[in-house]
Nanobody, 117 residues
């Protein structure tokens, strides 16, 4: 059935970059918006970036003042998060999410990003 599998997390120094990937299966990928969320210890989960099925960026999402860029490849059923100029406060577990199936949607299990010297 529906699977969302994140990868690409790890330890990086401040100012560095990472690209997260989310491989999706079990639904018609191109028909659904995709989202990246993150959750740091002791904090609420927050929306990082969102993209429509056709690749449009949701205008209501700040995307960390341009440091993070979401993209997707519908042929590969994958969504990506390019993270640049990383800061220690970006340390969190990053989750891939979609609204299928309505209304609860689906979540990946997360990938850990640690930004530290």
């Amino acid at each position: 059935q529906v699977q969302l599998v994140e990868s690409g997390g790890g330890l990086v120094q401040p100012g560095g970059s990472l690209r997260l990937s989310c491989a999706a299966s079990g639904f018609t990928f191109s028909s659904y918006s995709m989202y990246w969320y993150r959750q740091a210890p002791g904090k609420q989960r927050e929306l990082v970036a969102a993209i429509t099925g056709a690749g449009g960026i949701h205008k209501g999402v700040d995307a960390l003042k341009g440091r993070f860029t979401i993209s997707r490849d519908n042929a590969k059923s994958s969504v990506y998060l390019q993270m640049n100029r990383l800061k220690p406060e970006d340390t969190a577990v990053y989750y891939c999410h979609t609204s299928f199936p309505y209304p609860e949607g689906s979540w990946g299990r997360g990938t850990q990003v640690a930004v530290s010297s």
